[in-house]
């Protein structure tokens, strides 16, 4: 099986940064890593897409964190980070990691959540 743990999370005044950092580790070997990125869910609201970046490099963000938000990705480390600079109070939430796994033995792809990390931004 393959894990995702994240890292990063934490207090911060409006205007500051946090760096968030997801690892896959576990039975990776078998998987192919394509697409990996981070989601948020603030409470009482949808779990929504901030940033998503191809094995190739493509990224794309959602409009409310473009300019801010900076994902990147380590292929030979199976690691993707989240740079989050200008924080503001409705960055608010917890934060989740997600990778798209291809499985080589079975040949299926799978979609796996870390188990999220919390993100608060004070005004």
């Known amino acids: 099986q393959v894990q995702l743990g994240e890292s990063g999370g934490g207090l911060v005044q409006a205007g500051g940064s946090l760096r968030l950092s997801c690892v896959a580790s576990?039975?990776?070997?078998?998987?192919?890593?394509?697409?990996m990125g981070w989601y948020r869910q603030a409470p009482g609201k949808q779990r929504e897409l901030v940033a998503r970046?191809?094995?190739?490099?493509?990224?794309n963000y959602a409009d409310s964190v473009k300019g801010r938000f900076t994902i990147s990705r380590d292929n030979a480390k199976n690691t993707v980070h989240l740079q989050m600079n200008n924080l503001k109070p409705e960055d608010t939430a917890v934060y989740y990691c997600n990778a798209d796994l291809f499985d080589l033995i079975f040949k299926t792809s799978n979609t796996f959540w870390g188990q999220g990390t919390q993100v608060t931004v004070s005004s």
């Open positions: 576990g039975s990776i070997f078998r998987f192919r890593v394509d697409a």
């Open positions: 970046i191809t094995s190739t490099g493509n990224t």
